[in-house]
């Protein structure tokens, strides 16, 4: 006898099937190994959106908590006249441009911290990766002698 194969959209329309025919749902749940929370989770979703809520969602955050506010992400390398502060000037580093932002916005918005700026002239492209000094070893002739 091969195995059934069921994807968890017929599982969860299974379960909610047998829910509707009038079994407890704590029969239910402990014959399908969910919990009884989850089980009133999936019944709850399907009462109030129909089969379309069986299906699964996405884990996708709604917001990133700690984002950078558009408007002042875009203050910084900017691209309107006013704002060109590291195409005006390349030479300016993350600290420089911090400054600015600190005179400009004068307390208006909380001005971000010197590595968040740099990290967002790092996504624009607008700074050039340094590579790292590597200590090389004393070659023997060095050593020995």
């Given at each position: 006898?091969?195995?059934k194969?069921s994807?968890?959209m017929e599982?969860?329309?299974?379960?909610?099937a047998?829910?509707?025919?009038?079994?407890a749902?704590?029969d239910?749940?402990r014959?399908f190994?969910i919990?009884r929370?989850?089980?009133?989770?999936?019944y709850n979703r399907?009462k109030?959106?129909?089969?379309?809520a069986?299906t699964?969602?996405?884990?996708?955050?709604?917001r990133?908590a700690?984002?950078?506010?558009?408007?002042v992400?875009?203050?910084?390398?900017?691209s309107?006249p006013?704002?060109?502060l590291?195409?005006d000037k390349?030479?300016?580093?993350?600290?420089?441009?911090?400054e600015?932002?600190?005179?400009?916005?004068?307390?208006d918005?909380r001005v971000?911290?010197?590595?968040t700026?740099?990290?967002v002239?790092?996504?624009h492209?607008?700074?050039k990766?340094r590579?790292r000094k590597?200590r090389r070893?004393?070659s023997d002739a060095?050593v020995?002698?």
């Amino acid at each position: 006898m091969p195995w059934k194969v069921s994807s968890v959209m017929e599982e969860r329309l299974r379960f909610v099937a047998r829910l509707l025919d009038g079994e407890a749902m704590s029969d239910v749940c402990r014959q399908f190994g969910i919990s009884r929370k989850t089980g009133y989770k999936i019944y709850n979703r399907y009462k109030e959106h129909g089969l379309e809520a069986l299906t699964d969602r996405s884990r996708r955050p709604y917001r990133h908590a700690n984002q950078l506010p558009m408007q002042v992400e875009q203050l910084i390398p900017g691209s309107s006249p006013g704002t060109r502060l590291k195409k005006d000037k390349p030479h300016w580093g993350a600290r420089k441009i911090r400054e600015l932002l600190v005179r400009q916005l004068a307390g208006d918005v909380r001005v971000p911290a010197k590595s968040t700026v740099h990290a967002v002239l790092d996504r624009h492209g607008l700074v050039k990766r340094r590579g790292r000094k590597r200590r090389r070893a004393a070659s023997d002739a060095v050593v020995n002698s």
